[in-house]
């Protein structure tokens, strides 16, 4: 049902006025601050109308209304005014592109969920940009006998270490041409495509020395996939201080079991890189945030015009989005730009 105009001006005072102060909102305070030239009771009229539509709620201790998560969802959709932001107010290490800049992504990510904790007072996260699936070089170094380290590095630049138990003792040249005729042959295929070949190809070789690629080629993979999707997370204590996040054990349990776990909140990254600009999950509307009183707006970043990993900021449902969302979206951008080479 399409609320009329009065009722959505209704909905949206009460929204901002509970963001505010945090207190149930009644009849008397709406006639005050919505603007509207009505009497009393055409207010309670429109606010048990939009109580009967899942918009407000009654608390038991109070007459006044609060918004609910379907009310949260029309007003960030529809009647939400958002804020302009001055990009000059938001941290100058991210608003230098450049090689120094895009060689340290590590740091860049930390300073960015730093960042979004710090200008919001909530939350901030990120999920790091994913590891290419591909490799650009393979290294064999012999620690001792039967102990080799194995270096992965994938376009881009980053590297991967893994320590192979074989059961062989290879020499250093056997390892040598080993390197040499993966990175000859498969640089720059992805890790499946090469496993598949290398059943094929290497029948021509000395088992012990096919048995080390493959090895080699699995562990490059698992390596990759244990690195994928990190996560920085900064400023979780700040959410101690919001009693609507903190009001008992039970919601405290539930929240840091979300940080600790990270799967649902990663799940809920994951699904917004495929979407473009900001997104806003709200309560429980997700089915991967644990609490109705908890709120995470997010956005994607890029290198060099690709979609590499997502950004965010957790807080309370009651937060102020006008000045939440700008923020998320300017630090993308100025994510995105650090990150690319110039």
Known sequence: MQLDNRAQTLLKALVERYIADGQPVGS????????????????????????????????????????TPRG?????????????????????QLRLPGQAQAAQPHKL?????????????????????????????????????????????VPGGDVQNRLLLTDVDYTPAQLQASANF?????????????????????RQLRDDMGRLMQTAVEASSEALAESADEMVIAGERNLLSVSDLSSNMSSLRQMFDMF?????????????????????????ESQLLPMD??????????????????????????????????????????????LSQP
């Not at 949260?72 to 100058?92: G, K, M």
């Not at 807080?315 to 650090?338: C, F, H, K, Q």
């Open 109 to 153: 990510i930390a300073n960015a969920a730093q960042m979004l904790s710090s200008l919001t007072q909530f939350a901030g996260v990120v999920l790091s940009p994913r590891h290419e699936s591909a490799f650009q070089q393979i290294e064999f170094l012999r620690l001792s006998e039967k102990r080799i380290l194995l270096v992965i590095v």
């Open 28 to 67: 008397r305070a709406l006639s005050k601050i919505s603007g509207l030239d009505l009497s009393p009771a055409t207010i309670r009229n429109i606010m048990a109308d939009l109580e009967e539509l899942g918009y407000v709620a009654s608390p038991h201790t109070s007459a006044g209304r609060v918004p």
């Open 72 to 92: 949260y969802r029309l007003f960030v959709d529809t009647l939400l005014t958002v804020q302009h932001l001055d990009e000059r107010a938001v941290d100058p």
């Open 182 to 202: 993966l990175n000859q042959n498969y640089s720059g295929l992805a890790f499946d495509e090469v496993r598949g070949r290398l059943q094929h190809e290497l």
């Open 260 to 284: 600790e776990q990270k799967t649902g909140l990663m799940q809920l990254l994951d699904v917004s890189s495929k979407a473009s600009g900001v997104q806003i999950f709200i309560g429980g």
């Open 293 to 338: 009183e908890m709120s995470v707006v997010t956005a994607p970043y890029e290198a060099n015009g690709r979609i590499v990993g997502t950004l965010g900021v957790i807080g309370p449902t009651r937060m102020a989005y006008e000045r939440v969302i700008p923020i998320v979206d300017i630090t993308s951008r100025l994510l995105s730009n650090a």
